[in-house]
């Protein structure tokens, strides 16, 4: 075990990622082309951990898209072959909650069921710097849901005014310590008690109970009626999962790719079977289905809540939706 | 099933094809890998993910037998992109296998027990399995029933096995249409209609229901007012799963999953599922 404690100089920061680099792809917060705040591999960019990300951190583990097979097409047989992924990749400055998001992610694809070798191979391969707040984001509610503490990181940083405080949490992470030990200085500071509060709440008491009792609640219906269903908040969350498969062919017949794409509980299509039949055609069975998913429905075969409390669907949601709202209300009706 | 069957397209052979109704056809397929055709076995009621390379992977329910497991059956219409793309292909073309997958119809459970069926239009094929298991082991089953409905008599899948479970002993077969043709002679009307020219007997009875989601509903509700209870009736759903392993969450059901908890659910589980979401 490393006994020391060590701070990254701010001055070396770039110098770090740039270290890190040369063994994984380090996906850190910054802007993207369109000055949203979000996490892209680095290319020396300006890091951003002023705040919370609008993006969440997920696309490094689970991209918008991404190819799972080639199919090749031979005279008598189709060649079957698995995309090999991207070895190596940290999450440079993942908020304590999203470290809670990939913790659901591990649940479903690696505890739940089958192991799906996919997310196997990308995960395994892939090391969490967790960066801890010090104060309360726009709409977060961790405390509320139990996220305020990082888990499943390798390490552990605290923004400090000229340096990010920096230990092992796991021994991955010690060897990424002493490995880059020459850019890190030995200090005296220790892990401060986190003490804020968030400005948001969400009473999870009983939750499931009362939100399954709350099926048929007039609120979905009030609240889905705002609903425009743009899927902005499946988007930015980090623990939104909902995934499709998509062959695409490569300029002929022949040879094709199978992608594994983002898909939303918000659309109308994500129900459609063989002749058009959609299970959830009205706006308000999609909001529940979505708010049902964070909140209830994913507990069943995962043992933890797919709400993390980032807030993020409240911040984007262009018409003002707020899943807490929403619990709040059906906790009045039915508690 | 190995971590490769459940995860991985593995290719297979198309080795007939059999057209059933118009624009429908039952598939015979073949694992290329015989090592997968010989550890497959299956119960009825249960799906695969059919991959049409290129055109896209879609659920598929068996529609053979259990008890001959050297090659599937597949009964496909042709309603979407990637069964557009099936249907032409030719004997010898190679698709992807990936399951199988879900619960099946618990048929151990339901010997010495009357057994009644219901299907609507293809949901035939995903019952027929269930159908020949148990006249397959004729003695171990009591009185059997099948009510079969479809919208025109020419829809009507698997016509020589209709005949034969129709001289199957103590096999009660009743069939009827949504529109009389010329040449149909039999009932005309929803399915539901043909119970009470049945005598069935719902004290020691098991109802194992297939077919589209309004006629689930309301052979449900017919069978209850006959007398059955909900643990006495199953049901097998339909959902377009991506991914058949309980992760894309495409079939999820008020947090049920219908590839891992289902397709196939009893009544009484059914009775909390809301099948229409207001």
Known sequence: MIQEKFVLKKENLHAFLEALSKDMEVFVPCHNENGATTFLPYNGQEIYTAAQTFYSPKQALNKPSEKEFFFGKKSSSVEVERVKQNGGKMIFGIRPCDTHAVKAFDKLYLEYGEVDPFYREKRDSTLLAALVCTEPCSNGFCHSMGTQEPTGHDLLMVEKADSFYIEAASSKGEELIKKHRGLLNITKFQKPELNFECKKKLDTRNLKEILDKGFFSKVWEEEGKRDLNCTSCTQVCPSCYCFLTLDKFILNTENSERFREWDSCHLQRFTKVAGNHIFRKSRESRLRQFVMHKLSYFQKNNDMMLCIGCGRCISVCPVGIDLTEIAAKIRSEFE | ?278
């Open chain 2, 1 to 278: 099933m190995s971590e490769k069957m459940l995860t991985e397209p593995c290719q297979a052979k198309i080795v007939k094809i059999k057209d059933e109704a118009p624009e429908t056809k039952t598939f015979t397929i073949k694992y290329v890998d015989e090592a997968l055709q010989k550890a497959l076995h299956f119960t009825p009621g249960k799906f695969f993910m059919l991959s049409i390379f290129g055109y896209g992977e879609i659920p598929i329910s068996i529609s053979s037998s259990p008890l001959k497991t050297d090659s599937v059956e597949l009964t496909i219409v042709d309603v979407g992109n990637a069964t557009h793309a099936l249907h032409p292909m030719k004997e010898g073309d190679i698709v992807g296998l990936r399951g199988p997958f879900g619960n099946g119809f618990p048929i151990q459970k339901f010997r010495n027990k009357d057994i009644v069926f219901v299907s609507g239009g293809c949901g035939m094929a995903p019952l027929r399995p269930a159908v020949k298991a148990i006249v397959g082991k004729r003695s171990e089953y009591k009185k059997l029933t099948l009510f079969y409905g479809c919208k025109r008599s020419d829809q009507m899948l698997f016509k020589e096995d209709l005949k034969e479970w129709s001289g199957v002993e103590n096999f009660n077969t009743l069939f009827t249409v949504d529109e009389g043709t010329p040449d149909w002679k039999g009932e005309v009307g929803v399915v539901t209609k043909l119970f009470g020219k049945a005598d069935l007997k719902p004290e020691n009875s098991i109802a194992m229901i297939v077919g589209p989601p309004v006629m689930i509903h309301f052979a449900i509700i017919e069978l209850k007012k006959i007398g059955f209870k909900e643990g006495q009736i199953y049901a097998s759903l339909e959902r377009l799963m991506h991914c058949g392993m309980g992760k894309c969450a495409h079939c999820n059901v008020a947090g049920t999953y219908v590839c891992t908890d289902g397709p196939v659910f009893s009544g009484a589980e059914l009775a909390k599922l809301p099948l229409e979401e207001k």
